[in-house]
């Protein structure tokens, strides 16, 4: 071989090098590669922590177009399914809209294990934040899921739930909001992360008071200062921000007048004032990625 056959052979081999590897890494650069795109309404059961468990997943054909989506894992109240929470929020309509899928998991007994409350998942020891991560899983080994936003909220001991879940799975949930309920869990996150608190200000079940205590703890945790802005996304509902959080973690309190037990303009509130669905999904869209979040311990 003649030396200028040699560097054409040379030039040849280092162009199929280039565009070889620029093949290759388009596919594997790829995060929906190999994910579903079919959209529709899912039920899956699972087993975790040695029990089978359930849920829903809603896929709107929005979120399924070969991005990675948002996800928000939604939390029925006690007594209540998967279907009612679904349909008393209107997410899955609201996850249509904004390119989102929401799952909804079913509690032991309709009940979650909040760290406190409720029976009988409480009682049981159920472990529901490992359901919680199970889930997550689950929908992601599926679905191109955005690990950098995925939500929590829930409604009643679904909120208790979200709760917990702002205290334990802060590495995995970029923001929470809480609705109708309390913090009964110990906590200390592993990061500050975005919390919105919502509580009706009537409610005889989840009285009012315990809004503030949860968000005054999460002020201390977020190490907030300062004098918190207010307010009025609504007639009935005034929104207290804290300032100057560790992280710009955004911790916010809204007391929603004129309701007792109910999810803020929701099917059993549907001339309320204050939507709930609507504001709790731009208080996480306004949230910045967590760059940190998407691991499993």
Not at 106 to 124: H, R, S
Not at 145 to 174: H, Q
Request: hydrophobic content about 40%; aromatic content about 6%; proline content about 7%.
């Amino acid at each position: 071989m003649t030396a200028r056959n040699a560097q054409q052979l040379l030039f040849s081999l280092a162009l199929a090098a280039l565009f070889g590897c620029g093949s290759s890494d388009s596919v594997v650069d790829d995060p929906c590669a190999g994910k579903s795109q079919e959209a529709g309404t899912r039920e899956i059961v699972i087993q975790s922590g040695g029990r089978e468990r359930r849920m829903v997943v809603e896929v709107p054909e929005s979120a399924v177009q070969g991005e990675p989506a948002p996800l928000v894992v939604l939390f029925h109240g006690a007594l209540a399914t998967p279907e009612v929470i679904l349909a008393n929020t209107r997410f899955a309509e609201k996850g249509a809209e904004a390119d989102f899928i929401t799952v909804a998991g079913a509690g032991i007994e309709n009940t979650w294990n909040g760290g406190g409350c409720c029976d009988p998942a409480a009682a049981l020891g159920v472990d529901d934040v490992g359901f919680t991560r199970d889930m997550i899983e689950t929908v992601s080994d599926e679905l191109c899921i955005d690990p950098e936003r995925v939500f929590a909220t829930g409604f009643s001991n679904g909120g208790v739930m979200t709760y917990r879940l702002a205290c334990e799975m802060a590495d995995v949930f970029s923001a929470t909001a809480p609705v109708a309920s309390a913090l009964l869990a110990d906590c200390e996150p592993s990061r500050p992360a975005p919390i919105l608190i919502i509580q009706n200000v009537e409610d005889p079940i989840a009285p009012f008071p315990l809004g503030p205590a949860g968000f005054n703890r999460f002020q201390i945790l977020h190490e907030c200062s300062g004098t918190p802005v207010e307010s009025q996304p609504a007639a009935n509902a005034t929104c207290e921000t804290a300032q100057a959080c560790t992280d710009e973690a955004t911790t916010e309190l809204c007391a929603i007048g004129g309701i007792s037990h109910v999810w803020p303009g929701g099917a059993t509130n549907p001339s309320g004032a204050y939507d709930a669905t609507d504001q709790i999904w731009d208080f996480f869209a306004a949230q910045p990625p967590c760059e940190s979040c998407g691991t499993r311990s």
